[in-house]
T-cell receptor, first 119, second 120 residues
Framework: AQKITQTQPGMFVQEKEAVTLDCTYD???????LFWYKQPSSGEMIFLIY??????QNATEGRYSLNFQKARKSANLVISASQLGDSAMYFC????????????????FGKGTLLTVNP | EPEVTQTPSHQVTQMGQEVILRCVPI?????FYWYRQILGQKVEFLVS????????KSEIFDDQFSVERPDGSNFTLKIRSTKLEDSAMYFC??????????????????FGPGTRLTVL
């Protein structure tokens, strides 16, 4: 079973509008962290935002916010006021805790969503 | 702001040749990782490294792969005899916090810009 599922291979949004990128995860570990990374066409992986499983509030980081619904095991990324420079691949990733084997917090990635911002 | 660096940005090699990919993690980080991304696919974990030894490796990380921290700053990935299927982007990542306890933002792994390996 996939640990991270991103069901939207591609998304389009108009400049200045908000967009939500979906991510669901699967773990039985109560201690985990969720991350979103941006990968522009140049290839680098840029960290955007983090949400811990015990965090009471949704994470926010500038124009990025994370809609964390723990019971549904979803961690959707919301980008407000989209800009042309937001066009990129977006990856959701999870790190599980020691209960899931190993304490090294390796990341498991989803397949990504390609976001295109139209002018 | 400190960042992870990787060299070279692009490496072209012949099948069967050895390659060494180099990384300089962020200086106060304790855990180091290599990931691989085959073109158009998701990022896959290869190996983690802590306290000068491998702490976990994936099934991809077979005997052809090795990692080393030869000095206090560099972290290398060696592929002894490259295969066509090793063609991919290789990312180095590092993080600061030690394991254990509730998850925190300092668990974040910061990635280098990647090395694109092309095996001909």
């Amino acid at each position: 079973a996939q640990k991270i599922t991103q069901t939207q291979p591609g998304m389009f949004v108009q400049e200045k509008e908000a967009v939500t990128l979906d991510c669901t995860y699967d773990t039985s570990d109560p201690s985990y962290g969720l991350f979103w990374y941006k990968q522009p066409s140049s290839g680098e992986m840029i960290f955007l935002i983090y949400q811990g499983s015990y965090d009471q509030q949704n994470a926010t980081e500038g124009r990025y916010s994370l809609n964390f619904q723990k019971a549904r095991k979803s961690a959707n990324l919301v980008i407000s006021a989209s800009q042309l420079g937001d066009s990129a691949m977006y990856f959701c990733a999870m790190r599980e805790g020691p209960n899931s084997g190993g304490s090294n917090y390796k990341l498991t990635f989803g397949k990504g969503t390609l976001l295109t911002v139209n002018p | 702001e400190p960042e992870v660096t990787q060299t070279p940005s692009h490496q072209v090699t012949q099948m069967g040749q050895e390659v060494i990919l180099r990384c300089v993690p962020i200086s106060n980080h304790l855990y180091f990782y290599w990931y691989r991304q085959i073109l158009g696919q998701k990022v896959e974990f290869l190996v983690s490294f802590y306290n000068n030894e491998i702490s976990e490796k994936s099934e991809i990380f077979d005997d052809q792969f090795s990692v080393e921290r030869p000095d206090g700053s560099n972290f290398t990935l060696k592929i002894r005899s490259t295969k066509l299927e090793d063609s991919a982007m290789y990312f180095c990542a590092s993080r600061r916090r030690t394991s254990g306890g509730a998850p925190q933002a300092t668990d974040t792994q910061y990635f280098g810009p990647g090395t694109r390996l092309t095996v001909l």
